[in-house]
């Protein structure tokens, strides 16, 4: 019977898709076409591709649908690495809870997360499209507005898909709290925000005018006008040629974006190794933290998160500093630091490690060939400047055929 519903819509399935089982990413968009041996997957997290992999159907205290072939899109959340060993604390086995001929309801098996599909009436691609505009469009990290009569406010995190909505009760300050997944007109919520003896299930999303609008439970209605901050960069703003601007000097440096990783690649500081710096959507920043540059036999070479004022460093890869736009000088971005623990990093340093690092397995400073402008030692990063085309070739030619894809 699972079966010949799955196997019975034309176009496939929406998935509302949710890993981690304390919702820490909040849901993801996902579409799934299945016929008698194969599924094919699409995602907002890479719309335009499908990809095409084995499932089953088997029975383990009830009946359960594994999608047990690997598949770059559907294990994204539960392929493990040296740094997770769960992964994202994404399922791929889910326990099949009701089925009925245009909603399927699931369970994860790992998280215990409820997950649905719905049967779609227009095809996968459109749909993710679709889900992404409204996505790639919410950029803000708070809203003031109104619940019926009341002022309200919001704080989002457009990272964590996690909305808190503020509002008064007489004189008293109360907090709705819900993750949600984008959908085609707006967000929908994995269990309702209650607020004010009432509760809110989705908001529809306005991109022109940046407004989330719905209504409650009792028929409240609910208005939210995003606040973008000055200093909001959107991802590809960032791409260019820059002078990076630190303690030893000026360098000249390359920003090219990863769009699929949702990261820019620093190019320029070392010909053997690019740095990544990852795109904060909720914030419109970079991020730049400890990461990995490179291996010399069992060795590990480490760009850090360092204190030059304290000495403190450390290999935590969220410890490090922001790219932040400078509202008062365009086309520039001052390094700030993310404030990681209680000993902010104000710098970066290049050390090895004796395999993974650890306080075990430092060595020590790198040496040629990693080091960044002959030192081992990024003293007090300032900022990065774009640079300016001046030339008369380049004023006419620099924009003819150039086209850019954000994923």
């Known amino acids: 019977m699972q079966k ?29 076409k299945f016929d008698n041996q194969k599924v094919t997957v699409g995602s907002e997290l890479a719309p335009g591709t499908f990809e095409s992999s084995l499932y089953k159907l088997t029975n383990d205290n009830g009946p359960i649908l594994s999608f047990d072939s690997y598949n ?19 399922d791929f086995e889910f326990i099949i809870m009701e089925v009925t001929d245009n909603l399927i309801t699931l369970r994860g098996k790992r998280t215990g997360n409820t997950m649905y599909m719905h049967r779609l009436t227009k095809s996968a691609a459109t749909y993710i499209e679709n889900v992404y505009d409204i996505c790639d469009n919410i950029i803000f990290s708070s809203a003031n507005g109104t619940l019926g009569s009341s002022e309200i ?126 795109f904060v959507k909720s914030k419109g920043y970079l991020n730049i933290t400890s990461q990995k540059v490179g291996d010399s036999g069992n060795q590990q070479i480490w760009l850090l998160g360092w204190s030059a004022d304290t000495g403190y ?49 430092r060595v020590g400073a790198a040496t040629a060939p990693w080091l960044i402008n002959d030192s081992y030692q990024v003293p007090y990063p300032e900022s990065i400047v774009k640079k300016i085309k001046t030339s008369i070739y380049e004023k006419k030619y620099s924009t003819l055929y150039y086209v850019h894809f954000a994923f």
Request: charged share 20%.
């Open 313 to 361: 460093l450390s290999w935590s890869t969220e410890c490090g500093m922001y790219l932040v736009k400078d509202i008062k000088q365009e086309g520039t971005f001052n390094f700030v630091t993310n404030t990681y623990l209680d000993t902010p990093a104000d710098s970066f340093i290049l050390n090895v490690f004796n395999g993974a690092p650890s306080s075990t397995t």
């Open 4 to 32: 010949k519903v799955l196997t019975s819509s034309e176009e496939g399935w929406a998935f509302d898709y949710y890993p981690d089982r304390n919702l820490a990413y909040g849901g993801y968009a996902y579409t799934v």
């Open 72 to 90: 770059t899109l559907m294990h994204y959340f539960a392929t493990p690495s040296s740094a997770q060993y769960e992964g994202l604390d994404g």
């Open 153 to 278: 406010s919001c704080a989002i995190d457009v990272d964590a898909r996690q909305m808190d909505i503020t509002y008064m009760n007489g004189e008293k300050a109360f907090v709705g709290s819900g993750s949600f997944i984008p959908t085609e007109t707006g967000i929908h919520f994995y269990t309702p925000i209650e607020l004010n003896g009432a509760t809110l299930t989705d908001m529809d999303y306005n991109i022109d005018t940046s407004t989330f609008s719905g209504k409650d439970s009792k028929g409240n209605e609910i208005i939210l006008v995003g606040i973008i901050a000055e200093e909001y960069t959107r991802f590809k703003e960032f791409e260019g040629k820059y002078d990076f601007n630190y303690y030893y000097g000026t360098l000249e440096v390359t920003l090219v974006p990863d769009n699929d990783n949702n990261c820019y690649l620093i190019k320029g500081l070392n010909e053997n190794y690019n740095i990544v710096a990852n």
